[in-house]
């Protein structure tokens, strides 16, 4: 493969450029958070699970041109979005989730996290290492399986635990002038385990990043491409080395860029288009104070599908994807 391009447009940034303009903070407005809290308030006195709740069901006739506005962000922008302002000291836990999910219905469509049928994720350390969001510490760079990913902040570390995300196209277009060789490599890609979907390793490489109907996109969950080694498909030198470089370019100062949680923010971002990762944290002692978020699972149905080498899960929830439940039907 010779003819590999440089990216260009809104989705190639750097953390360098945006963390001191911080023109991607978008501040609730007292009506906003009026409106949300209406919506939740529907879906409970209506006894709606999160399954049956549409946008209907949860109007935001004054949120819903701004969330318009992020959607457009998301697949042909920076590929991110972050909002504060929400006091989430004010509800129950019950409406927060309504509330995130209801952000989630104007944007596309929420997915099940697991095979237990999580509609909605808790980050938080719960002693587990076979899934990111349940263990503690650092988090590598990695992509989720879905198309969307939103986190809503309840609860924050005593110290650390930053959300720290980077543009992949950017990355790629260092990679392309530092390291063709190694580019070359992340294009062809990596067998990746679907253990957690209850379903073989792929039958082929995943490329890690791909030309799409949108350009060039990537795929990037370093987990299970482990995982896939351990389960027949091991990876040569040459293959390791390609990706701890394309980890190591992401977390060169001035690639990434960091978001420092407060109670209230809520983040989305592009799954095609933006590396995400952790720094390290020390948890409150008390239990009851440990660092938590809310995660959502989105897909896009009005976006274009991922290239074929990467649209690669077969058994999917709905709406072509998220993790089907055990015991469920495929969608």
Not at 16 to 34: F, P, Q, T, V
């Amino acid at each position: 493969m010779t003819d590999i391009q440089e990216i260009s447009g809104p989705k190639v940034w750097l953390g360098s450029e945006l963390s001191g303009n911080r023109d991607w903070i978008i501040r609730l407005s007292e009506d906003a958070r009026a409106e949300l809290e209406a919506a939740a308030e529907n879906v409970r006195a209506k006894g709606i699970t999160l399954d049956d709740a549409t946008r209907a069901d949860l109007e935001l006739p004054k949120l819903a041109p701004v969330l318009a506005a992020t959607e457009r962000e998301l697949s042909n922008g920076r590929g991110f979005f972050f909002m504060r302002g929400l006091p989430v000291g004010d509800y129950t836990a019950d409406e927060l989730g309504a509330i995130l999910w209801g952000i989630g219905t104007h944007l596309g469509v929420g997915v099940s996290q697991s095979a237990a049928g999580e509609r909605l994720g808790d980050v938080i350390d719960k002693g587990a290492t076979d899934r990111y969001y349940t263990s503690s510490g650092s988090i590598e760079y990695h992509m989720d399986p879905v198309d969307v990913v939103g986190l809503l902040c309840l609860k924050t570390a005593s110290e650390g635990g930053a959300s720290r995300i980077a543009s992949a196209p950017a990355i790629h277009n260092v990679l392309l002038e530092e390291y063709p060789d190694k580019l070359e490599i992340l294009y062809r890609g990596f067998y990746n385990s679907r253990r957690a979907h209850g379903q073989p390793p792929t039958d082929h490489p995943v490329p890690v990043f791909a030309e799409a109907g949108t350009g060039v996109e990537c795929y990037l969950l370093p987990m299970t491409i482990r995982q896939a080694t351990e389960e027949g498909f091991p990876m040569n030198e040459a293959d390791l080395d390609a990706l701890e470089t394309l980890i190591d370019t992401a977390a060169r100062p001035g690639i990434f860029l960091d978001m420092e949680f407060e109670p209230g923010d809520i983040q989305f971002l592009n799954n095609r288009l933006i590396l995400h990762a952790r720094t390290d944290y020390e948890d409150d002692p008390d239990p009851a104070l440990k660092r938590h978020l809310l995660r959502l699972w989105l897909m896009m149905p009005g976006w274009k599908r991922r290239a074929a080498l990467q649209d690669f899960y077969k058994v999917t929830d709905r709406a072509g994807g998220g993790i089907v439940r055990v015991g469920a039907g495929s969608a």
